[in-house]
């Protein structure tokens, strides 16, 4: 049983704002994509890592996880979605076995806990072909219809049932092969922000876990600095 990690790395990162695609961005000692692989080999649970790459920097960020000793690892050229990105990862794996399992991850979370990461696994050795961490949502949510110039909310819904939702997401690789599959027939403006939504529409079950707060993505110039504080906290 093989267990192989993608991650996504491939994105620009307009909202954050920098100069460089968000992954190259540096925390401490190292930009994001360092801090994610490093967390992901330190588990002991993976066996392979294939990251994504914004298609002009592969070689950069290739030379950037070797200086890192990250190794061994794949880096290739990601897509114009998140969604082709990790198409992108399972076509570049090898062939596999029928009981092998695939995390998807996200570099945006450099600080996921190796704990967090070894739950995730277990939990799809156990026999759970799909598995998300997740945590209770602390905002009131609303949904939202777009008027003319302003923005209507037309429900509330019930924030004890809502979850916001994590990486690393873990998969029974033939599963998560079949949901990309089938996801790669729709227009980018449908593809999906995380992999389990295309196995939810597989109607296969999606088992939650636990996440952390340590797994917060980075998006803005704020979480970034959040994020830095929590390495200064607790460094790896
Ligand atoms: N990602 C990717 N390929 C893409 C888009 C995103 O591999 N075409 C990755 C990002 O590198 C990130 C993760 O998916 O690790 C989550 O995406 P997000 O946080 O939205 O990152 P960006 O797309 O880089 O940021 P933004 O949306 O602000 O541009
Ligand atoms: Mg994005």
Redesign the pocket.
Same mark, same amino acid.
């Given at each position: 049983m093989t267990t192989t990690a993608i991650l +996504?790395?491939? $994105?620009? $990162?307009?909202?954050?704002g920098h100069p460089i695609p =968000? &992954?190259l961005v540096p925390i401490a000692d190292a930009p994001l994509v360092v801090h994610a692989a490093r967390r992901l080999l330190a588990s002991n649970v993976v066996d392979a890592l294939v990251v +994504?790459a914004p298609p002009g920097v592969v070689g950069p960020m290739a030379r950037v996880l070797h200086d890192a000793g990250i190794e061994p690892v794949i880096v290739i050229a990601? $897509? &114009? +979605?998140?969604q082709?990105?990790v198409a992108a990862g399972l076509e570049a794996l090898p062939p596999g076995a029928g009981d092998d399992v695939v995390i998807v991850h996200? &570099? &945006?979370r450099p600080f996921a806990p190796v704990s967090l990461i070894r739950r995730v696994v277990r939990a799809v050795r156990e026999g759970h072909s799909a598995v998300i961490p997740a945590l209770p949502v602390a905002d009131t949510i609303k949904q939202i219809s777009a008027g003319d110039r302003v923005e209507y909310v037309v429900g509330t819904p019930d924030r004890s049932v809502l979850r916001a939702v994590q990486t690393p997401q873990g998969f029974s690789r033939a599963l998560l092969e079949q949901a990309h599959a089938v996801a790669a027939q729709r227009p980018a403006s449908d593809h999906a922000t995380d992999d389990a939504g295309l196995v939810e529409e597989l109607g296969e079950a999606v088992v939650v876990i636990r996440g952390s707060s340590r797994a917060m =993505?980075i +998006?803005t110039q704020t979480d970034l600095r959040i994020a830095s504080a929590l390495f200064d906290e607790e460094p790896i």
């Open positions: +996504t790395a491939a $994105g620009s $990162g307009d909202r954050l =968000k &992954a +994504t990601g $897509g &114009a +979605t998140r082709e990105s996200d &570099a &945006a =993505k +998006t």
